[in-house]
């Protein structure tokens, strides 16, 4: 009988419920017969409920009953460029969120089944390299390192209280809803900088099965949540163009040109290594999408 409450009927608190993967995973989980409730900073559904990281708020009827939280807000790390002021909120916006989620749950001795969060597989660094580089790989020593280093370290203290946690370093997040798939389907497609270094994705409906999969079947520890197929920035925009049906040229945007035009930021765009995908899979996990031809397919531009 626990066994079928733990996989049919959870209730999940859900952070960053109404951004491009809270709003999709939300709808998911909702179709698969679980009671999903929103932390949101202005509610106005029936199942969202108002915190505040600033002002360390969170409305405590949000934790009744709760079994699993999972934790996906955060600041868009490419909206903005990197001054010092928007590094300490890309931080913050991770950390002193799970942090103000881990003194709640302390506080009123919610007996959680798990805590759930987004990284991302920028823990590696912004790097090219053949290398393929697993979760036991070690973390880079740049900014994006920091950010995922600190992010995780606020996710994995819930195993203080004997809480398991599963952390999900993410890739490009591929949708039809927007996100970064939108700002590559350019009128003339092109690869990036050398066009050498490596871009990890995933579909997003997979990245949403990952999720489930952590609450319905005990899916704790760190993976990668990235499609097993490795891509190139030649390769990918070569890919793309042929699915969106947009002239590809093999000439690469000058790394020089995207440095001006994002300041720091580029290295997000100019740098990337092979991420395994092996350690989600030994442990159950089906791809749906597990080439980008499928991939793009799936949306039908």
Not at 45 to 58: G, L, T
Not at 131 to 159: H, R, V
Not at 183 to 192: E, S
């Amino acid at each position: 009988m626990r066994f079928f409450y733990l996989y049919n009927m959870a209730k999940i608190l859900i952070t960053g419920g109404t951004g491009l993967v809270g709003t999709k995973l939300t709808k998911l989980l909702i179709e698969k017969n679980h009671d999903v409730v929103i932390l949101s900073r202005n509610p106005s559904q029936k199942n969202e409920f108002k915190w505040d990281i600033a002002n360390n708020f969170i409305d405590e009827k949000a934790f009744e009953n709760i079994d699993f939280i999972i934790h996906l807000a955060g600041e868009g790390i490419a909206d903005e460029r990197w001054s010092n002021e928007r590094k300490k909120e890309l931080i913050d916006s991770r950390v002193q969120s799970a942090n103000l989620l881990f003194e709640n749950i302390k506080k009123l001795k919610i007996p959680l089944k798990g805590f759930i969060s987004a990284s991302g597989i920028g823990y590696y660094g912004a790097v090219t390299s053949e290398k393929i580089l697993d979760e036991t790989s070690k973390p880079g020593n740049d900014f994006l390192a920091e950010i995922c280093k600190k992010w995780e370290a606020a996710a994995l203290q819930f195993e203080k209280e004997k809480i398991p946690v599963t952390i999900l370093r993410t890739g490009v997040v591929l949708s039809s809803n927007g996100g970064a798939l939108e700002k590559m389907k350019t009128p003339v497609v092109t690869p990036l900088g050398s066009g050498k270094q490596y871009l990890p994705w995933i579909h997003m409906d997979d990245l949403c099965e990952m999720y489930l999969k952590a609450v319905e079947n005990n899916l704790h520890g760190i993976f990668n949540a990235v499609a097993p197929e490795f891509h190139s920035s030649f390769s990918f925009s070569k890919t793309l163009a042929n699915s969106i049906q947009k002239p590809f040229v093999g000439i690469p945007v000058p790394s020089f040109l995207l440095k001006i035009m994002f300041g720091e930021m580029a290295i997000i765009l100019l740098e990337g290594s092979k991420i395994s995908a092996k350690k989600i899979e030994k442990n159950g996990f089906s791809f749906r999408f597990k080439t980008l031809e499928k991939a793009l397919d799936s949306f039908k531009f």
